[in-house]
């Protein structure tokens, strides 16, 4: 330190015996060179800290453990007060003797051990190597002077032992008909380029299955080097599953190091993934219908184009004979977007899963071109006309049902026509998914049976 007179004061402390040491202190600022030789220490009166680390015991990605080794037993001469910094700028003292006394493991060793000492996950530097500090204190009796003697210590640091984990939230994107990109944000920076392929992600799908890893098939991974995050494309192939909203995923244990070279803790956590889902539609070809059939009790609706909740595993020709109507089905799980609003929010169940919709809007023309009928609306996940609770209780595609009559009231007539379809997957004020499509429909009114 420099003083205003320009002296500069500091100590030399070592931490062994030694004898005809000497050393120089030069600078850029300074024209001399200061010698010191013939520099003759005892062995210092007390231990040393000579190793600091850093654990994570339970995976979780919180620090719980720091270990401390000191060169030599402590004997009778034990710190009292000592302080560590690991993971940000606060320090966490500990003092008295007595309560050091008790973090003692062996006889030149301490640990800190709690669960949660840090209030939030981490692991290890985000872009460089990280290093926590520790210092500690000594009161002490000097044998030789007879006098107690102050002794502060500081500047060893604390290495990161701990295993990187995934943070919330995994997103996946579909890119293409069959393919996912699914991005993992990573608690610290990880060693991605000595992978060389092999795979450090293990997934389990939405019932909750360990997907077999040999079902999933990745293309790329990138960044190619030391990552915090990593963009993983995946391939759908007749044996493999594209990763979606709902998976779980995490890290492989054992797989992925980070930059201190500490591999991922056999219990690191799980995170669902979020992010967009693939939305498919099915159109009808040919519809027959029989106005002879038409009752109240058959569309009690006020509407031309009502929403119908229907079972994901049935098909639409199947939907379609069933009910004797045209239609459109949405084919998309509304329930998953329903699951990431409730997880990420504290709200009602009712108020969060109105945030999960889908808008819809379908014209019909006919083949010349003329306007037939049209009608737009919202489904909400929380919608009980529609899913009979809601959503996420009762899962299931939306099917757009149409009773076949004009906006004049009107049956339409045997005939090809042209449907305009648009809607928009909405999860609280954000489009997760559109479509926009035409297609043909073919009408066949059979007026047989009329009595
Ligand atoms: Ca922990
Ligand atoms: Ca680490």
Partial sequence: MTDSTGTVKFYVVGDSAVTNASFEISGDAVSNVISWKNIHFKEPPVPFASLGEAYDRNGDGVLDSIAVVFNKPFDETIPDTVAWSFGSDDWHTIASTQNISMLMQDEKSLAICHDSMASEVFTGGAKELYQGSFRYHYTYMDKETGQMTQLSLDGLAIEDRMGAILTDKPIVKPIS??????????????????????????FKDKSGELVDPSKISVIVVTPAKNSNYYDVLFQ???????????????????????????????????????????????????????????????????????????????????????????????????????????????????????????????????????????????????DKKVFGTDCVDRPGNVLLEWNGHTNKGRWVGSGIYIAKLKFKIISDGNVVGDIDEIFTLGIRRSEKRKK
């Fill in 177 to 202: 008909e069959d393919a996912n990109k699914l991005t993992v944000y990573i608690s610290e920076a990880t060693q991605g380029s000595v992978l060389n392929g092999m795979q450090f992600l293990e």
């Fill in 236 to 382: 759908k192939t007749e044996n493999t599953v594209l990763p979606e909203v709902g998976f779980m995923v995490r890290l492989i244990p054992g797989v992925l190091p980070d930059l201190n070279g500490n591999l991922p803790h056999v219990d690191n956590p799980w995170r669902r993934i979020e992010g967009e889902q693939r939305v498919n539609m099915e159109f009808p070809g040919v519809v027959a219908i029989n106005p002879a059939d038409f009752t109240p009790e058959k569309w009690p609706h006020k509407e031309d184009v009502v929403p119908v909740r229907v079972d994901v595993s049935k098909k639409l020709e199947d939907i379609i004979a069933e009910r004797g109507f045209p239609g459109e089905l949405i084919k998309f799980d509304l329930s998953e977007v329903g699951k990431s609003l409730l997880l990420n929010s504290d709200e009602p169940r009712e108020v969060v899963l109105s945030k999960a919709k889908i808008k819809w809007e379908v014209r019909y023309f006919s083949n010349l071109g003329h306007y037939v009928n049209s009608e737009k609306g919202e489904v909400l996940c929380s």
